[in-house]
Structures are given as structure tokens and as C-alpha cells.
């Protein structure tokens, strides 16, 4: 699963950090996002649903499926998965259907040579 690590604006640039796996590679990569998804994804990031949340990082995890929001065409609910020690859950957001586009192209790739500009090292 393609973990979602952070999100940051510098000097009004937006973008998302995600953890995938290529060809049994561990990658980081950094992409542009819009404006509204940094809101989305900070919210993300900073849902705490465990009892414990001084205990253990949380993680997040895209969990590649998604539903259309009925009334914006631009948007999507997606299912993320949060973790902390044992514990795990799927909970739904919202984001652009852009970006989940995005996702869903980075977890098919099969060969990291399309995304080299991407990956942080």
C-alpha cells in the first residue's frame, strides 16, 4: 500500500510525500498537489481515532479505493487506513479525483524510470 508520509507549502508550492514499493524498492516520492488537497491531506495527518496517541507514530495508508462525491464531480471519497502499534482502521476522506488519479497511477507502475525527478532521496 502506498503510505502518505506528509505534506508541506513552501513559498505557496504544494505537495505530498508518499511511501511506495517498486519492483521491491522502497521509495519516497514528493509530487505537486493542489491547494485545497494540502488542506485535506494536513487533516489527514493529523487524525488521531486511537485512545493512545502519545503512545506510537500513526500511519496512513492509501487503500486504493475510492467513491465519486455526489454533488462535486471533482471530488472523491477515499478510504484511508490508520495504524498506531496493533491497532488499524479504514476511515473515508475526502480528496480531489486528481489526486487519487495520481495515486492509482504510482501504484501501477512497475518501473521507477517515469518518476526519477519525483523521488527524494
Known sequence: ??????????????????????ASEELRLRFGIERADYGRL?????????????????RYFFALSYRKDTENQELVHTAIRVEQLDRHKQYEFVVSKKFVSNILWFNSL?????IEPMIER
Not at 489527514?44 to 500513526?58: D, H, K, M, S
Not at 512497475?110 to 517515469?114: M, N, S
Request: hydrophobic share 35%.
Open 1 to 22: 500500500m502506498i503510505e502518505l508520509l506528509e505534506t508541506s507549502n513552501k513559498d505557496n508550492i504544494y505537495s505530498a510525500l508518499i511511501k511506495l514499493s517498486i
Open 42 to 58: 494536513k487533516q489527514i495527518l493529523e487524525f488521531r481515532p486511537f485512545e493512545n496517541t502519545g503512545v506510537a507514530r500513526y
Open 110 to 114: 512497475t518501473d521507477k524510470k517515469d
